[in-house]
């Protein structure tokens, strides 16, 4: 009798520290996983909503072309110079 | 008056009574900063600086550098700053003044930035490159003077920075002629505009028995050889005119009139080309109050 109330005692003992371990356990904080970020490079390729933007980005330039003589571009055949003026622009 | 003092290897012209000093400590910071021709600048130790390593650069520095990669994009890396490999291996490896000319082996060109701009001026190198502003950081300085005359409340103003002109209020401008000293080809009379001149004549040397010039195709790292010795651009900003007439002397015509047609539309444009036809053309009306060739 004696024998099996201390093998009682010690199986109650157990199972409390297993029961305790248990909830110890379930609110001890979650181990985060890491991640890395990479910064953007201007190496990536463009993904599909940056090549769209950058469409619409340049359809929303102020397209000057009606502006742009309409005859287009005039040619002159020249040989000849004139005198300097006082403020140029040269190649530098 | 005229202020006149060197920078940046090119006589600076300034016609303004105001911000004189402003915009000479403008240019000699542009110098220090970003000449390729020092070893003891800010460009020398991006130059150097090791690869996939966070570098903490001037904020004018940072600036310059994202505006070059803007225009880098812009025109499809036809023209970008990373071409200063290239530069020496077509023997252009000193200012041009000290140049005796050394051949070297040509090199690759990029189709995309080795650079990336991480912001709050950091910047980090995945590829090595040699960087070379060019005539771009006169035209930057260019601009950034006449930024800072405009907000002096200056409203008549000259910022001629070696034949890179930045203008406020209207000037007439000659353009000098190609191939003959001290003559102009073109006048015209322009306003709030800024202009700026390319060309294969001054910059050009013989090695061997072919003549080298300054002009890199950026995407090949190569010499551009298209017909064109001179360009010059009537445009908003002075980068802007700079970066249009490079395009006009290192594409064919046809492939720079497209580009520039697409991208660069605000502008007016005299190509003078080997046959002694000059070309003009873009937003003329716009852009030009009055222009004259010469017969």
């Given at each position: 009798m004696k024998k099996s109330i201390k093998w009682g005692v010690i199986g109650i003992t157990v199972a409390s520290f297993g029961v305790f371990a248990t909830v110890v356990q379930q609110n001890a904080p979650q181990k985060k996983e890491t991640k890395s970020y990479r910064l953007p490079s201007l190496a990536d390729p463009l993904t599909e909503k940056e090549k769209q933007d950058r469409e619409n980005w340049v359809e929303s330039l102020d397209w000057q072309e009606g502006n742009w003589d309409v005859n287009g571009t005039q040619v002159f055949q020249t040989n000849g110079s004139m005198s300097p003026a006082n403020n140029r622009t040269q190649v530098s | 008056m005229m202020y006149t003092f060197r920078a940046m290897n090119s006589t600076i012209h300034l016609d303004s009574e105001k911000g004189q000093e402003d915009i000479q400590r403008l240019f000699r910071t542009m110098e220090q900063c970003a000449s390729r021709f020092r070893m003891d600048n800010e460009l020398a130790y991006i130059n150097r600086a090791a690869l996939y390593r966070p570098i903490y650069i001037s904020k004018l520095m940072y600036d310059l550098l994202a505006c070059a990669i803007d225009v880098a994009k812009k025109t499809d890396f036809v023209i970008h700053p990373f071409v200063g490999k290239a530069m020496c291996a077509l023997g252009y490896d000193r200012s041009f003044s000290e140049k005796s000319g050394v051949s070297k082996q040509e090199t690759e060109?990029?189709?995309?930035?080795?650079?990336?701009?991480?912001?709050?001026?950091?910047?980090?190198?995945?590829?090595?490159?040699?960087?070379?502003?060019g005539g771009f950081g006169k035209g930057f300085a260019a601009d950034k003077a006449k930024h800072i005359l405009q907000q002096q409340g200056v409203s008549k103003a000259m910022v001629n920075a070696g034949g890179d002109v930045s203008l406020i209020g209207r000037y007439t401008v000659g353009i000098a002629h190609p191939l003959q000293v001290n003559r102009d080809i073109a006048i015209i009379e322009v306003e709030h505009m800024s202009v700026a001149t390319s060309g294969v004549g001054h910059r050009s040397w013989i090695e061997g028995e072919s003549m080298r010039h300054h002009f890199v195709d950026g995407r090949t790292g190569r010499m551009a050889e298209n017909g064109a010795l001179q360009a010059t651009v009537v445009a908003k900003t002075t980068v802007e005119a700079e970066v249009i007439a490079k395009l006009f002397c290192i594409l064919s015509y046809n492939e720079a009139i497209h580009l520039v047609r697409a991208k660069f539309p605000h502008c007016a444009f005299f190509v003078y080309r080997r046959n002694e036809q000059l070309y003009v053309g873009g937003d003329v009306h716009n852009y030009l109050h009055h222009w004259t060739v010469a017969a």
């Open positions: - | 060109g990029f189709t995309q930035s080795p650079v990336e701009l991480l912001g709050e001026r950091w910047i980090i190198k995945t590829k090595p490159f040699q960087l070379d502003f």
